[in-house]
């Protein structure tokens, strides 16, 4: 049912320009992107109830923006961001097990309003406002103590997004930030010794993605 969502929610997204871009295809642009994805808030905390010890890691994006007008388009986007865990501060935490975990891999299928402005014949500064779905895979952890290992595994997580962002496109060469917010209801499972846990849990996920890109 959450897959079915999700790719519902991405023709949702790209169908509009789909369509107007078969009437005039020279409004409709693309732009890819690469670059890092800074965790926020809690997702980057180390402490309290909601922390997601989550690293610094890295981020792709492909955006297509329809013209609506001379300022306006119609922007949506698919981002994949990939963030490692903080095992040594857990560890120094906890003092005494070792911890091993995953990364968390966070899709972001945003789509919204973008608004840009000519700052000379080469350059366009440009603004976007968006809302969308998120899917987030969370790491699975491994705690090991005394020859003894526990796994804690978890379900993927999703959750409506929103966010904004802000650019400069130098001809064709694009820089941009991404700022996305959402928070996912995970399905956390360990078991130990015959006995078996299972818990619900909603962590946020929000990120700051700085990115290069090509507008093609």
């Known amino acids: ?4 969502l999700y790719y519902f929610f991405v023709i949702c997204c790209f169908l509009p320009g789909v369509l107007t871009a078969q009437e005039n295809a020279p409004s409709m642009n693309f732009s890819i992107y690469g670059g890092a994805a800074l965790p926020q808030g809690d997702f980057s905390g180390t402490t309290g109830d909601k922390a997601g010890y989550a690293k610094t890691g890295f981020c792709a994006m492909v955006e297509g923006a329809k013209s609506l007008n001379e300022s306006v388009n119609w922007v949506s986007s698919i981002s ?11 560890e ?4 005494g097990p070792s911890v091993s975990a995953g990364s968390y891999i966070t899709t972001w299928a945003m789509t919204g309003v973008g608004f840009e402005t000519v700052a000379s014949p080469t350059v366009k500064i440009y603004g976007v406002a968006q809302l969308g779905l998120l899917l987030s895979s969370f790491p699975d952890v491994t705690i090991s103590y005394g020859g003894v290992s526990v796994t ?9 997004a929103f966010g904004f962002g802000a650019g400069v496109l130098i001809n064709r060469f694009n820089i941009g930030l991404r700022y996305y917010t959402g928070e996912p209801e995970y399905e ?5 010794g015959g006995i078996s846990s299972t818990v619900k849990v909603k962590l946020p996920a929000t990120i700051l993605q700085l990115m290069v890109g090509f507008s093609l």
């Open 1 to 4: 049912m959450k897959n079915s």
């Open 92 to 95: 120094n935490q906890m003092s």
């Open 152 to 160: 804690q595994t978890t379900k993927m997580g999703t959750a409506f």
């Open 80 to 90: 994949l961001a990939l963030n490692s865990m903080d095992e040594t501060t857990i």
């Open 188 to 192: 956390e499972s360990a078991s130990y």
